[in-house]
């Protein structure tokens, strides 16, 4: 349930606090925990902190703990963290460390990272949007809509959510993969990008692989969607064909791989999966189903 209401967290609600690109949290018996609310207060001087309310699942809310008159500075590497990103970071809860945001993909339970994610979603808005874009005063929480508003001009700022397409560009049982550039990412993917002002999803789809691989497509069709928030972003997938000529055209400075898969061979061409992004559900949903 992410309706957002303006609450103050119980004893039992999880706490998560982000650090740069990294998140306090434990793992135990392979599966990753955060402090409640109880735990974090008693280690912590939680006066310093606004708790903001993210979402619930079942039962357990979750809440955003961002300290209070903190202006934050420097890199925010979104999935690409790795372990030299949050090393700088010391907790202050026994058992805790600051691990970066790249160990959701492999997180369990799949929920527990969700409510994460998205916090961090949230935890970027906030912190990149402490001032009015409009007349420079400082922004303060809305208690009814999940927005900031200034008290001077009225200005409303409300998440940033960017639309993307994820593309999985077929030729009968061909499947085009592709490898990022310069990403701590190794696995394969599809092509991929953003939204341009003024353009439709579908004309997203055409325009980048038109500019990262060199190819028409056609039959352009929706799969479904996910949030991304990651990269703040809502991914759509659609599935397309390749149409007349098929010689790849590598941007290389987007991409440093693409090249045709055949369905019985993506077992072979991938290291692993994770069972997180609609990429690879796609890539699956693909080498599974014929009709594609």
């Known amino acids: 349930d992410n309706q957002f209401r303006w609450l103050t967290p119980q004893k039992s609600d999880i706490?998560?606090?982000?650090?740069?690109?990294?998140?306090?949290?434990?793992?135990?018996?392979?599966?990753?925990?955060?402090?409640?609310?109880?735990?974090?207060?008693?280690?912590?001087?939680?006066?310093?902190?606004?708790?903001?309310?993210?979402?619930?699942?079942d039962e357990i809310q979750y809440f955003l703990a961002m300290r209070k008159g903190e202006v934050l500075e420097g890199s925010f590497q979104g999935e690409l963290s790795d372990a030299k990103v949050h090393e700088?970071?010391?907790?202050?809860?026994?058992?805790?460390?600051?691990?970066?945001?790249?160990?959701?993909?492999?997180?369990?339970?799949?929920?527990?990272?969700?409510?994460?994610?998205t916090a961090y979603h949230l935890y970027g808005w906030y912190r990149d949007n402490r001032f009015c874009g409009r007349c420079g005063k400082p922004m303060v929480h809305d208690k009814k809509e999940r927005m900031v508003r200034c008290m001077c001009c009225n200005n409303m700022v409300f998440p940033k959510i960017c639309p993307a397409v994820i593309i999985g560009v077929t030729d009968g049982?061909?499947?085009l993969l592709t490898k990022y550039a310069g990403r701590t990412y190794k696995n394969y993917a599809l092509v991929a990008g953003f939204t341009e002002i003024g353009e439709t999803l579908e004309?997203?789809?055409?325009?980048?692989?038109?500019?990262?691989?060199?190819l028409h497509v056609k039959n352009i069709r929706y799969y479904k969607s996910q949030p991304w928030s990651f990269t703040d972003t809502l991914l759509t997938g659609f599935f397309c064909e390749a149409d007349g000529e098929q010689d790849i055209r590598l941007d290389k400075e987007?991409?440093?791989?693409?090249?045709?898969?055949?369905?019985?061979?993506?077992?072979?061409?991938?290291?692993?999966?994770?069972?997180?992004?609609?990429?690879?559900?796609?890539?699956?949903?693909?080498?599974?189903?014929k009709d594609v």
């Open 88 to 117: 700088e970071y010391q907790s202050e809860l026994d058992g805790y460390d600051f691990l970066g945001v790249n160990i959701f993909r492999s997180a369990v339970p799949k929920y527990r990272a969700f409510a994460a994610i």
């Open 203 to 214: 004309q997203t789809v055409e325009r980048e692989v038109m500019e990262e691989v060199g």
């Open 15 to 57: 706490i998560l606090l982000f650090e740069g690109s990294s998140v306090l949290a434990k793992w135990q018996d392979e599966k990753i925990y955060y402090p409640d609310y109880e735990e974090f207060c008693t280690q912590t001087d939680a006066a310093k902190y606004t708790f903001i309310y993210v979402l619930s699942v």
């Open 173 to 175: 049982d061909r499947i």
């Open 254 to 289: 987007e991409l440093a791989v693409a090249e045709w898969i055949e369905r019985d061979k993506i077992d072979q061409a991938q290291d692993s999966y994770d069972d997180l992004s609609l990429t690879n559900e796609m890539i699956c949903y693909f080498r599974d189903h």
